[in-house]
């Protein structure tokens, strides 16, 4: 009897000890320590803000017209297109652009550097209804050319310097316009497509951003052009380059005046008032 009370007594302290290590085992999540999370991952660097463009100050302006002396050439008929993407195109050749004795498309620039310049714009060669718009432009050494098809219909861009081809663009319908850079060496691009072959668009390089093409009166103005004397220089993509010098003031505006003709190219001189 001794024996059988002392074994209930030890299975008691037994089972009284390990009562704690059960119930410590059985507590519900809440009772035990916090679990370690993953750390959250860092946002991602949203791209810095581009800065809003500065308005171009300072400086004078040159303004004038180009003139067509004489009978302007009979523009060559171009054959219509059968694609219908093309129709509103021009069918008469565009070189040389006469109204009422005002000449357009003249691309008008100060020749050489100057020492304080403005930003250069975006250049842009649009196709519509297989005709390039614009026609003529300048840009800046180093300045990328934008080209884009807003036709409904297949369009290559191919950029020459003489002979040479700088590149060649496909151009699907109604394709977002592309970047493509000019080269360094280059002064005068010409732009063709060999889909539509009456296609053309002339790029002029030029070392500063000041210049401007003349529109369908003749008419063009250069602005914020630090004050000094500079050389202009007129250039037409048949008809050849007409040079003239003027001296532009602070706040001033000076008026120069080119002449061109259907006669040899170097007989007709500008002028500055």
Partial sequence: ???????VAVLGVVGLAALPACQKE?????????????????????????????????????????????????????KPSDDPACDGMALKDQSVLVTEGKLANVLVRVRGLVPRSRPAQPALIDQQKCTYTPRVQGVTAGQQVFIKNSDGTLHNARALTGSKTVFNVAQPPNAK??????????????????????????VVVNPNPYFATSGADGSFSIEHLPAGTYTLEAWHETLGTRTADVTVTEGGTATASFEFSSEAANTAQGGVK
Avoid: Y
């Avoid at 009897?1 to 074994?7: F, N, S």
């Fill in 177 to 202: 316009a592309v970047p493509r850079n000019l080269p360094a060496e280059a002064e005068v691009i010409r732009f063709k497509c060999d889909i539509h072959p009456w296609m053309a668009a002339w």
């Fill in 1 to 7: 009897m001794k024996l059988r009370t002392l074994g």
């Fill in 26 to 78: 059985e507590s519900p999540p809440a009772a035990r320590g916090p679990v370690a999370q993953a750390p959250a991952p860092a946002p991602k660097p949203e791209a810095p803000a581009a800065e809003p463009a500065q308005p171009v100050t300072g400086g004078g302006t040159v303004q004038g017209t180009v003139t067509f002396k004489g009978t302007p050439p009979a523009p060559a008929a171009v």
